[in-house]
């Protein structure tokens, strides 16, 4: 049986997965859960991706932090492993850290400010006006490291920037504008680089930034 890493192109947090999986030319199926919805409902009740299942080997993984260090500890040499994950325990929280925000708060922050003026969910300008508060907050947080640092964590690129710049995607793809851009023009040169990395660029390479920022409904 094959292991199978279940994503969804309506959902960013399997795009880093997915892209580790081809990139280490790993033996793993990639499936949309569109193609095989009665497995997958079946297998992972919350309906959520991406997974990883491989019931012949006892793999059931859940959550996209846990699945990207199953596949880059079980798909790359020591130095890589080092490289993407951290070298010392410090360093390793430091990419955790960023991992955990990347794929928690700020995801969560992002669609609460951005759905509504999408049209994806109903607005409420009082709601928004507070989520986008919430929203520049996290932004902030990113934009001072990245000041100062060429990467979020060390000297290099870890998985810390894969897994931020693939929930930063949501943004650029649908508001961030080349206005925007110049209020956050560090995370802007970041994004650019990190998305540009053999480990993602298949994906990222024919994304186009955001043409404007979407406004509050009449």
């Known amino acids: 049986m094959a292991t199978i890493l279940y994503y969804s192109p309506n959902y960013i947090r399997p795009i880093v997965p997915v892209c580790l999986a ?76 960023w991992e955990s925000l990347s794929v928690s708060d700020f995801c969560t922050r992002a669609y609460n400010y951005l759905a509504p003026l999408l049209g994806f969910i109903p607005y409420e300008a009082e709601a928004n006006s507070k989520a986008k508060k919430q929203f520049e907050t996290v932004l902030q947080i990113y934009e001072d490291c990245l000041r100062d640092h060429q990467f979020l964590v060390g000297h290099h690129l870890t998985l810390a920037d894969l897994c931020s ?9 649908f508001a961030f504008d080349k206005h925007w851009s110049k209020q956050y023009p560090h995370i802007t040169r970041w994004y650019k680089e990190v998305t540009q990395s053999p480990y993602i660029e298949e994906f990222f390479m024919d994304k186009e930034q955001a043409k404007s920022f979407p406004q509050p409904p009449n």
């Open 165 to 173: 710049a693939g929930s930063f995607y949501f943004g650029f793809k």
């Open 22 to 97: 081809k990139y280490f030319k790993t033996d793993i199926k990639c499936v949309d859960i569109a193609t095989d919805k009665e497995n997958f409902v079946r297998d992972f009740p919350l309906q959520k991706c991406p997974t990883l299942i491989n019931k012949e080997k006892g793999i059931y993984l859940t959550e996209s932090i846990a699945i990207y260090n199953y596949i880059i500890k079980n798909s790359c040499p020591e130095d890589e492993i080092k490289n993407l994950l951290g070298a010392t325990v410090l360093e390793q929280s430091e990419i955790l850290r």
